[in-house]
């Protein structure tokens, strides 16, 4: 067993997916550690699955995303969260930038 273990975050787009579909489908390819779904509004309709070993994740990644699950075709991503950070700032210099715009032209 591996120590590095692999994160994905698919978007399973459908509310009624139990965790033991999800391990079902994704357990083909490795060891799973963990999975998670989203509940909150803005996180309904994804989960998290943590494998065991970097390379099960890939493999899964690989052959799961664009596959048609219960009639919705998943998106499978690698769980990236520094990305996610990085993003969100870029966001705030953004809505900071067109503020600043905003003020200096004069429009609400």
């Given at each position: 067993?591996?120590?590095?273990?692999?994160k994905l975050?698919?978007e399973?787009?459908?509310?009624?997916?139990?965790?033991?579909?999800l391990f079902d489908?994704?357990?083909?390819?490795?060891?799973?550690?963990?999975?998670?779904?989203?509940?909150?509004?803005?996180?309904k309709?994804?989960?998290?699955?943590?494998?065991?070993?970097v390379?099960?994740a890939?493999?899964?990644?690989?052959k799961?995303?664009?596959?048609n699950?219960?009639n919705?075709?998943?998106?499978?991503?690698?769980?990236?969260p520094e990305?996610?950070?990085?993003?969100?700032?870029?966001?705030?210099?953004?809505?900071?930038?067109l503020?600043?715009?905003?003020k200096?032209?004069?429009?609400?």
């Amino acid at each position: 067993m591996s120590s590095r273990g692999g994160k994905l975050a698919p978007e399973v787009n459908r509310y009624n997916v139990t965790p033991e579909e999800l391990f079902d489908l994704f357990g083909k390819f490795g060891p799973i550690r963990q999975v998670r779904q989203g509940i909150a509004n803005n996180t309904k309709g994804t989960a998290f699955v943590v494998y065991e070993d970097v390379m099960d994740a890939k493999q899964a990644c690989d052959k799961l995303n664009g596959f048609n699950f219960q009639n919705r075709y998943l998106v499978v991503l690698y769980h990236q969260p520094e990305k996610m950070l990085k993003s969100r700032e870029d966001l705030e210099a953004r809505r900071e930038s067109l503020a600043q715009l905003k003020k200096q032209h004069g429009i609400e």
